[in-house]
């Protein structure tokens, strides 16, 4: 290769390094973005944050991007146990962004760092106001809200003692959540990440306890079922002694009145008797006979024998029966 090709690749090589020198020195900013220049690993100047067209040393210095827009946290479900020693598993989320851009890559230099410190600031936090507050005022959104329970669980002559009755609260989720993102605020502020959000996802039980407390549940299911049941019971024995109350009244009505009717009937017959007997002595006479008759009849059973003394009422009627028959003169003969 003679000398004029030597100076010919030479001319194209350094045409070639200062285009690429040339390229390297602008470089574009999106607006979802915010852009960090380091000079041999350190920041040089004020993070560029607007949009467009910018220019950089070439070769020396660095473009290091870094998202300005709302960024999620999403924790991992964790057991945290509650001031009233109730296990529970407590899932969040939050939502956070980059303030101050230089802050953050000197402190953290990229997301995964920051995600890594968002866990363990978060966690602790979470754990903490989780830790001092009983189980209810997690569960209930606000202080001033007020839940919808059964009226029907207080009223009755069973009482079901706390059953259907909520403890009143002091705080409510709403608060916790304000108290975590506050607290958590502070110590991210020195990292440059703004906290902007931070809530409870899910609250569950731990599932060690869920057995027991589905049977708790069904407990006082159950000891609310048997409240109505008595209560139904009750009422149904008030029905029962109103109805036997009823009924005894009705039947002493009518056996006063069927008491009443037989003794007007056995007045008016004593009555018509006494007229009988003033009347005519020989129908009274008779009708004493065949009232003796008929009392003979319902004490004397049938085939019974009687040994009677002379003196005797029974004795002088038969034999003054026998008599009267004796002298009573024969029938005549009927006609052939």
């Known amino acids: 290769m003679n000398k004029r090709g030597c100076l010919w690749l030479l001319a194209i090589a350094v045409a070639l390094v200062f285009l690429r020198a040339l390229v390297g020195s602008f470089y574009a900013v999106h607006q979802t973005e915010q852009v960090i220049v380091t000079q041999f690993g350190k920041p040089v100047g ?16 660095e473009v290091n991007r870094i998202d300005k827009r709302f960024l999620e946290w999403d924790g991992l479900p964790v057991a945290i146990p509650t ?15 980059i303030n101050d851009p230089k802050t953050y890559f000197v402190r953290l230099h990229d997301e995964r760092s920051a995600q890594s410190r968002l866990e363990d600031i978060l966690g602790s936090e979470t754990r903490n106001s989780i830790a001092k507050h009983d189980l209810i005022e997690i569960v209930r959104t606000d202080k001033d809200r007020k839940p919808l329970h059964d009226e029907s669980l207080k009223a009755g002559p069973v009482g079901l003692g706390t059953i259907g009755v909520l403890p009143p609260i002091a705080y409510g989720r709403l ?4 108290d975590i993102k506050s607290a958590a605020a502070l110590k991210l502020a020195e990292f440059g990440i703004e906290l902007l959000d931070v809530r409870l996802r899910r609250v569950n039980y731990n599932p060690d306890v869920l057995g027991r407390i589905y049977q708790r549940m069904i407990s006082e299911r159950l000891q609310i079922a048997q409240r ?3 209560e139904g019971e009750g009422e149904a024995a008030r029905i029962a002694g109103q109805k036997e ?3 005894n009244e009705i039947q002493s009505t009518a056996y006063r009145r069927v008491q009443e009717i037989r003794g007007e009937s056995d007045a008016k017959a004593t009555e018509i008797y ?11 006479e008779f ?3 065949l009232k ?9 059973p049938a085939n019974s024998t009687l040994v009677l003394s002379t003196d005797s009422d029974l004795f002088s009627l038969l034999k003054r029966g026998n008599a009267k028959t004796s002298t009573m003169p024969p029938l005549a003969p009927k006609a052939p």
Do not use: C
């Open 46 to 61: 004020d993070p560029i944050t607007d949009p467009g067209l910018h220019f950089k040393l070439p070769f020396i210095q």
């Open 83 to 97: 001031r009233d020693k109730t296990y529970i598993h407590v899932d969040t989320f939050a939502r956070w962004r």
């Open 175 to 178: 608060k916790i959540e304000a």
């Open 228 to 230: 109505f049941r008595s």
């Open 245 to 247: 109350r009823d009924l």
């Open 274 to 284: 006494a007229k009988a007997y003033t009347q005519n002595a020989q129908a009274a």
């Open 287 to 289: 009708y004493g006979f």
């Open 292 to 300: 003796t008759m008929e009392t003979y009849r319902k004490i004397l």
